[in-house]
């Protein structure tokens, strides 16, 4: 059988280029984040199956690796469903494993726990532009934090990281998963309905109003409800008055500390930021994850069109370990995204070390060698990047090829002329 070269589908090899630019970004995202108190952590890349399965990661359960048992526990023979052959699987995000850490170790962990945790998570989907089958997550998280002081700091931290990576006028839309149900409610909605509703009402921004009035009407919903949801979109504006909006529209149906909760958040932002961009209010914003309980929201940009990164508040997915309700809220970038767009506008490294490259003499005597070597370690001693490679015939050829490597610097050595 011949070896494949091709890396497996949906995953890639990464060169050099792009990789010293992915080694630039984690060193710049540890340390903005730890300006803002967060603690790096990690989980194992290998989780329980019944965790992954604990139908609190929506669609992305549909997408697990699963691993088979090992040795004298796969009895393949005698399985009947299953978990009889399955006893873990690759992790799909980094926030059903933070919520297993955090109920195992909460009693050495401080009260709030603010966690940092960058790595690679894998799901069986379709690979297209800015999407692989195996990518690397990096989260936010503030846990036991009840308050909204946790949605301040997460969406801070957040875009002060891409400020210092040069992103301008982007948007975080943010909405409340209370709002999308008090809105759905108010228009007549039953709550045995609400998921159905959101799941179309995700689409408003690929199908318009009117596709989304189109599809509700298609699932058989009254023309009266529909209508009445509909007019809601239509006169609620993308800022602070928006939500006030909503607040007197809906009354009952949404409590007072919500729209409250959610006019603090975005003033406050507004008031603090230290990057460019702009707080909207998007009361069409959904997120897919079932386990989301308050305000939601994600990073819009233009230049790449559509998301790179979202989060929100989930109050109830730790006590599914604990039994005990814990506050928890998160806030994750699209990692690999913003490494495409940084590629795609050649990114350069700020400050990088001027690297120099000494081309020797491949009948260099191993005397004066030794001195070369002496030189160099010297040199890298100082700080300064020094690659000693063999001078090849194409000598053009080679030094071109190391200037794409950001090589700046030569410095040629004869076997006939260098002294030492």
């Known amino acids: 059988m011949a070896m494949k070269k091709k890396p497996v589908t949906g995953m890639k090899d990464i060169l050099p280029k792009e990789m010293a630019i992915r080694d630039y970004c984690i060193a710049l995202i540890k340390d903005t984040y730890k300006t803002f108190g967060f603690n790096s952590m990690e ?9 992954l399965n604990s139908k609190q990661g929506g669609e992305n359960e549909k997408l697990i690796f699963k691993i088979l048992k090992r ?7 005698e399985a009947k469903e299953e978990l009889d052959l399955v006893d873990g699987g690759l992790r799909y995000d980094l926030t059903v494993p933070l919520c297993r850490y955090y109920s195992n170790n909460a009693n050495e962990l401080p009260s709030p726990f603010k966690a940092l945790q960058m790595g690679n998570v894998w799901r069986a989907d379709r ?3 800015g999407r692989y089958r195996q990518f690397m997550q990096c989260d936010i998280d503030i846990l036991g934090e009840p308050t909204i002081l946790a949605e301040i700091e997460l969406i801070l931290a957040t875009t002060t990281l891409l400020g210092k990576l040069d992103f301008k006028n982007f948007t975080i839309r943010i ?14 909605f039953a709550e045995a309905d609400y998921d159905t509703v959101f799941i179309i009402l995700d689409k408003m921004d690929k199908i318009g109003l009117d596709g989304v009035k189109e599809e509700l009407l298609k699932e058989g919903y009254a023309e009266d409800a529909v209508t009445k949801y509909l007019e809601l979109f239509e006169k609620v504006t993308a800022d602070i008055s928006g939500v006030q909006y909503l607040k007197e529209t809906l009354g009952a149906f949404l409590p007072e500390e919500v729209a409250e909760n959610l006019k603090t958040i975005i003033d406050s932002v507004e008031s603090t930021k230290s990057a460019d961009f702009k707080m909207a209010f998007d009361p069409t914003l959904v997120r897919g994850m079932s386990y989301y309980t308050g305000p939601i929201f994600e990073i819009s940009m233009d230049e790449y069109g559509g998301s790179v990164g979202g989060g929100g508040r989930y109050d109830e997915m730790i006590g599914k370990f604990t039994g005990q309700p814990t506050p928890a809220c998160g806030f994750s970038i699209g990692f690999e995204r913003i490494i495409m767009l940084l590629l795609e506008r050649d990114f350069e490294i700020p400050g990088s070390k001027n690297k120099t490259a000494y081309l020797i003499d491949k009948k260099m005597p191993s005397d004066k060698l030794l001195k070369i070597l002496e030189q160099a370690k010297q040199a890298r001693a100082e700080g300064q990047i020094v690659n000693i490679a063999i001078m090849k ?9 190391m200037i794409t490597e950001g090589y700046t610097q030569f410095e040629e050595f004869y076997a006939d002329s260098f002294e030492g």
Not at 178 to 188: E, F, H, P, Q, T
């Open 175 to 188: 909405n409340d998963r209370r709002i999308l149900k008090a809105m759905a409610a108010y228009s007549g």
């Open 43 to 51: 989980t194992p890349c290998v989780e329980h199956i019944e965790n």
């Open 393 to 401: 015939k194409n000598k053009k050829f080679q030094k071109d090829q």
């Open 71 to 77: 040795g004298e526990k796969l009895k393949i023979g």
């Open 127 to 129: 690979p297209q532009r």
